[in-house]
């Protein structure tokens, strides 16, 4: 059985239309997303112990995953979508992961 890492969350239909604007829209503005992965954050230390068993099988997968990434990761990617050198990309949801989705 392969381990794969969920995703941040799967787009709900508002957030799927937003992106898939009509032509008219697309001229005069520009529409993206940023679907962040897994980020390291103080959350952890809020949460409940986790389960022995599951966290010790989990923790060897996670040898072989991509690196976790830090809040600045998104915000750059955030602010790359919002600034000017992105004009030519649109419709688009940036995935943010670090290459989560990719192994």
């Known amino acids: 059985m392969m381990f794969q890492m969920p ?3 799967e787009p709900d239909f508002t957030e799927k239309k ?3 604007a009509p032509d ?3 001229e005069t503005v520009s529409i993206k997303g940023v679907a962040p992965g897994g980020v390291i954050t103080d959350i952890p230390l ?6 022995e068993f599951g966290f010790s099988r989990a923790s060897k997968l996670l040898d072989f995953s991509p690196e976790l990434g830090m809040p600045e990761d998104i915000a750059n990617a955030a ?6 050198e992105s004009k ?7 995935t943010c992961d670090g290459g989560w989705t990719n192994l």
């Open 7 to 9: 995703e941040y969350h």
């Open 18 to 20: 937003f992106t898939e």
């Open 24 to 26: 008219a829209v697309l």
């Open 46 to 51: 809020v949460m409940p112990a986790a389960n």
């Open 79 to 84: 602010l790359f979508s919002a600034s000017d």
């Open 88 to 94: 030519f990309v649109n419709g688009v949801i940036l």
